[in-house]
């Protein structure tokens, strides 16, 4: 068998379950990088940096 792989909160570094309300981003900076956000880290507007450009996001 395989192994599922979940994504991972680019803040936190939690990972995401599929029940979460976790949510897909890319980089509104550069465009190049996906990553995700869980809900909590969203709600508490925890900062989150893009590992391609540097920006900082809240």
């Given at each position: 068998?395989?192994?599922?792989?979940?994504?991972t909160?680019?803040?936190?570094?939690?990972?995401?379950?599929?029940?979460?309300?976790?949510?897909?981003?890319?980089?509104?900076?550069?465009?190049?990088?996906?990553?995700?956000?869980?809900?909590?880290?969203?709600?508490?507007v925890n900062?989150?940096?893009?590992?391609?450009?540097?920006?900082?996001?809240?």
């Amino acid at each position: 068998m395989s192994e599922l792989k979940l994504p991972t909160c680019i803040s936190c570094k939690r990972p995401i379950l599929p029940y979460e309300k976790g949510v897909r981003l890319v980089c509104p900076n550069c465009g190049e990088v996906e990553f995700w956000r869980c809900h909590k880290c969203r709600k508490l507007v925890n900062t989150y940096v893009c590992p391609k450009c540097g920006f900082k996001g809240p």
